[in-house]
């Protein structure tokens, strides 16, 4: 078995049948654990992916009713820092 979690985007209010069906979710054989933060309009899904793909999981949650927009990366994406220059030496 081999855990993984994606994280999703959602735009407008979610339903209370889209709700209800993404309760039902939990029925599928593979997904372990549905988060929906509603602040941040995100739905964190973990699932076995030995039995389920990316993809799969993206169309199920289009299936509910939500309005998907996007898979978002799990580690946000983090801007180079510039190298700062090293000390001169000075001869003597």
């Known amino acids: 078995m081999t855990q993984l979690e994606a994280l999703y985007r959602y735009d407008g209010h979610p339903t209370e049948t889209?709700?209800?069906?993404?309760g039902n979710l939990r029925e599928v054989y593979g997904i372990r654990r549905i988060k929906v933060d509603e602040e941040l309009k995100t739905i964190r899904v973990e699932y076995d992916a030995t039995r389920l793909s990316s993809p799969t999981i993206f169309q199920l949650l289009r299936q509910t009713g939500l309005v998907v927009v996007e898979e978002l990366p799990l580690i946000p994406v983090?801007?180079?820092?510039?190298?700062s220059?090293?000390?001169?030496?000075?001869?003597?």
């Open 18 to 22: 889209a709700m209800f069906a993404l």
């Open 78 to 83: 983090q801007e180079a820092v510039p190298a």
């Open 85 to 92: 220059p090293e000390p001169t030496r000075s001869s003597r």
